[in-house]
């Protein structure tokens, strides 16, 4: 009962505090990418935004393998996909600049998507069919030209249960058509901070792996299975292999 009652209180502190940086973070966003649309102030903004939420939650958040990274690279980055916090998370840790596959629906919340939009985040239509796939596939060229890296949760979705789900293929075959490499990276004790389909948030410990980049140059079509099966393994065994994380509230 306690620390039911608590996890609401920490839940509550973390969106008064998230909400109103949002929409600030949003704000200045718009305005600087009015003046400079790819300004480096755009990545110190959403890095202070993730951190925040990892602050107001009280999550400690742990980044392992920055050597494996160079920060001046673009990467496919991939992950599995836990919670909503996952991106906090992601923007908090990585090192370098990295845009996000949204699904279009973000877009249309009001000053959120159109910060979303102006910042270069790439739209998802999943109702376009054959249009969507040309309109990822330019919206991640122009990223990756950008210097940026694409941040790309291959599972599609969360999954309910917390078990990975297979990967999709399109994370890999952008990688392949870019030439560029694919980051993996595991995410461990997110679902035990925000629980999907809940509001609950309790404070906890949330651990980003990064990973050896795989190099895709020279790769054929027929070999992207190959790609995707490997970083599914790389990620599968760092969460397996992840010491459990009592989580509370504090």
Same mark, same amino acid.
């Given at each position: 009962m306690? =620390?039911?009652?608590?996890?609401? &209180?920490r839940?509550a502190?973390?969106?008064?505090v998230g909400?109103?940086?949002?929409?600030?973070?949003?704000?200045?966003v718009?305005?600087?990418?009015?003046v400079?649309p790819?300004?480096?102030v755009l990545?110190?903004?959403?890095r202070?935004?993730?951190?925040?939420?990892?602050w107001?939650?009280?999550v400690?958040?742990?980044?392992?393998?920055?050597?494996?990274?160079?920060?001046?690279?673009?990467?496919v980055?991939?992950?599995?996909h =836990?919670?909503?916090?996952?991106i906090f998370?992601?923007f908090?840790?990585?090192?370098?600049?990295?845009?996000?596959?949204?699904?279009?629906e973000?877009?249309?919340?009001?000053?959120?998507?159109?910060?979303?939009?102006r910042?270069g985040?790439?739209?998802?239509?999943r109702?376009?069919?054959?249009?969507?796939?040309y309109?990822?596939?330019?919206?991640?060229?122009?990223t990756m030209?950008r210097?940026?890296?694409?941040?790309?949760y291959?599972?599609?979705?969360?999954p309910r249960d917390?078990?990975?789900l297979?990967?999709?293929?399109?994370a890999?075959?952008?990688?392949?058509k870019?030439?560029a490499?694919?980051?993996?990276?595991?995410?461990?004790?997110?679902?035990a &901070?925000?629980k999907?389909?809940?509001?609950i948030?309790r404070?906890?410990?949330?651990t980003?792996?990064?990973?050896?980049?795989?190099?895709?140059?020279?790769?054929?079509?027929?070999?992207?299975?190959?790609?995707r099966? =490997?970083?599914?393994t790389q990620?599968?065994?760092a969460?397996d292999?992840?010491?459990? &994380?009592?989580h509370?509230?504090?």
């Amino acid at each position: 009962m306690m =620390r039911s009652l608590l996890s609401g &209180v920490r839940a509550a502190l973390t969106f008064a505090v998230g909400i109103p940086i949002t929409a600030i973070c949003a704000v200045m966003v718009i305005l600087i990418t009015l003046v400079r649309p790819t300004s480096p102030v755009l990545d110190a903004i959403a890095r202070f935004w993730g951190r925040t939420w990892c602050w107001a939650s009280g999550v400690k958040l742990v980044v392992e393998g920055l050597e494996h990274v160079e920060p001046n690279k673009a990467y496919v980055v991939v992950s599995n996909h =836990r919670s909503a916090f996952d991106i906090f998370a992601h923007f908090a840790a990585m090192p370098f600049p990295i845009r996000f596959l949204a699904k279009s629906e973000l877009f249309k919340i009001p000053l959120f998507g159109m910060a979303m939009s102006r910042i270069g985040m790439v739209e998802v239509d999943r109702k376009a069919g054959r249009a969507a796939h040309y309109a990822i596939n330019e919206g991640a060229r122009k990223t990756m030209e950008r210097g940026w890296s694409l941040m790309i949760y291959p599972e599609g979705t969360r999954p309910r249960d917390g078990v990975m789900l297979p990967f999709k293929k399109g994370a890999f075959s952008i990688a392949r058509k870019l030439g560029a490499p694919i980051l993996p990276t595991a995410i461990i004790g997110s679902r035990a &901070v925000w629980k999907p389909k809940t509001k609950i948030i309790r404070s906890g410990r949330v651990t980003v792996k990064i990973m050896e980049p795989i190099p895709t140059e020279g790769v054929r079509i027929y070999e992207v299975d190959g790609l995707r099966n =490997r970083a599914h393994t790389q990620i599968g065994e760092a969460v397996d292999q992840a010491p459990l &994380v009592r989580h509370g509230t504090r």
